[in-house]
T-cell receptor, first 114, second 113 residues
């Protein structure tokens, strides 16, 4: 158990809908990362937050947004969902936002868009 | 821009045999390198990492990796495979501008009895 929690575990929704994925980092970790894992794209970095502020952006679609709240939990919002958004979404956390610090991964949320 | 290439999407070894999973990276700055393992229906777990210092890095579960700058490689090895090592392994790199990880495509390790 990494100490990072993600809810829900599974999510099934229809095209065009909007969903919110939730992540609670390890106690004491200030930085949160979101990654998407799909069969065709592999594991891709989406976005990073540090202490409530957006720190870095990767291959995140405009239909996707995220935020980190004062209690440090983070939410990833996916809207106007398409079939291709079906994937495993991981949250990770680290104590510090800079390189070299280990990222602890949550168990993921499996999103299925039908 | 960084990139990671893992040679061999599937590797099969016999129990007790040497495990060698290959990883080559591309980075314009000195890289930080990681190996993660993913068991079915689970998140990623860090096996080991290289940041600075000794180029031979030891990790959990008997795995180790050697950073070779001249070959831009960070191959993962384990002297003797165990059935419980069957999983998917990911090599990743981050640069010193931030901590986002760039992952390779993954290698699925199968261990035959």
């Amino acid at each position: 158990d990494s100490g990072v929690t993600q809810t829900p575990k599974h999510l099934i929704t229809a095209t065009g809908q909007r969903v919110t994925l939730r992540c609670s980092p390890r106690s004491g970790d200030l930085s949160v990362y979101w990654y998407q894992q799909s069969l065709d794209q592999g594991l891709q970095f989406l976005i990073q937050y540090y202490n409530g502020e957006e720190r870095a952006k990767g291959n995140i679609l405009e239909r996707f947004s995220a935020q980190q709240f004062p209690d440090l939990h983070s939410e990833l919002n996916l809207s106007s969902l398409e079939l291709g958004d079906s994937a495993l979404y991981f949250c990770a956390s680290s104590v510090h936002p800079t390189s070299g610090y280990e990222q602890y991964f949550g168990p993921g949320t499996r999103l299925t868009v039908t | 821009a960084q990139s990671v290439t893992q040679l061999g999407s599937h590797v099969s070894v016999s129990e007790g045999a040497l495990v060698l999973l290959r990883c080559n990276y591309s980075s314009s700055v000195p890289p930080y390198l990681f190996w993660y393992v993913q068991y079915p229906n689970q998140g990623l777990q860090l096996l080991l990492k290289y940041t600075t210092g000794a180029t031979l890095v030891k990790g959990i579960n008997g795995f180790e990796a050697e950073f070779k700058k001249s070959e831009t490689s960070f191959h993962l090895t384990k002297p003797s495979a165990h059935m419980s090592d069957a999983a998917e392994y990911f090599c990743a790199v981050s640069d010193n501008a931030g901590n986002m990880l760039t992952f390779g495509g993954g290698t699925r390790l199968m261990v035959k009895p």
